[in-house]
Nanobody
Framework: QVQLVESGGGLVQAGGSLRLSCATS????????TGWFRQAPGKERDFVAS????????YYTQSVKGRFTISRDNAKNTVFLQMNTLKPEDTAVYYC??????????????????WGQGTQVTVSS
């Protein structure tokens, strides 16, 4: 089994920044992709960003391009989501997820096998 634990969420004013972390433990494979999703109250869980094992390939949903950056440190089994210029509409529970596979083109929640418990991000106006 693979366990994922998110951290770094919190309350921030619009225009501020947060850095989320996703720490992976357990049966860690040498080739897995990781994604970040978010879910606002009453809404579906939406794709935010994904990154390949190598870190070379990344994808972002259009609304966060230029503001969010996904990265990873495989030596620490951790994936990060740097979120800048936050907006109230970014408010949601943020989840990280992982799956075996090369590349990063995994944009659906159903593409992922393992999930963290989520961390709340609240952006006040």
């Amino acid at each position: 089994q693979v366990q994922l634990v998110e951290s770094g969420g919190g309350l921030v004013q619009a225009g501020g920044s947060l850095r989320l972390s996703c720490a992976t433990s357990g049966r860690i494979f040498s080739n897995y992709a990781t994604g970040w999703f978010r879910q606002a109250p009453g809404k579906e869980r939406d794709f935010v960003a994904s990154i390949s094992w190598s870190g070379i390939s990344t994808y972002y949903t259009q609304s966060v391009k230029g503001r969010f950056t996904i990265s990873r440190d495989n030596a620490k089994n951790t994936v990060f989501l740097q979120m800048n210029t936050l907006k109230p509409e970014d408010t949601a529970v943020y989840y990280c997820a992982t799956r075996l596979g090369s590349g990063a083109y995994y944009l659906q929640a159903s593409d992922y096998n393992y999930w963290g418990q989520g961390t709340q991000v609240t952006v006040s106006s």
